[in-house]
């Protein structure tokens, strides 16, 4: 993964369901390509999450892009390659 310029953004798992379920981790990426490695236990729960995931009940997939560290109205592209999903 890399990133057009300096940037932090969050891979985040969201469940459907009562409440805002959500578990995040946040990345670092520059111009420099890296191998980003992350186990589901490394996510952090968010909102009425608690816990670890379970992936059975997983729906969502996101990339969020950490708005606290970006001017408003920047612009910016990441790339990521060669994403794999283990047990």
């Known amino acids: 993964a890399n990133a057009m310029s300096p940037m932090r953004f969050r891979i985040q798992l969201?469940?459907?369901?009562?409440?805002?379920?959500?578990?995040?981790?946040?990345?670092?990426?520059?111009?420099m390509r890296r191998n980003i490695s992350m186990t589901f236990d490394e996510l952090l729960p968010l909102g009425s999450a608690t816990g670890p995931p379970k992936l059975d009940e997983i729906?969502?997939?996101?990339?969020?892009?950490?708005t606290v560290n970006t001017k408003q109205g920047a612009r910016g592209q990441i790339w990521?390659?060669?994403?794999?999903?283990?047990r």
Do not use: H, T
């Not at 969201?14 to 578990?23: I, K, M, S």
């Not at 729906?59 to 950490?66: A, I, K, N, Y």
């Open 14 to 31: 969201r469940a459907p369901g009562e409440g805002d379920r959500r578990w995040s981790k946040s990345i670092y990426l520059d111009e």
């Open 80 to 86: 990521l390659d060669e994403i794999r999903y283990v």
């Open 59 to 66: 729906r969502d997939l996101l990339f969020v892009v950490d």
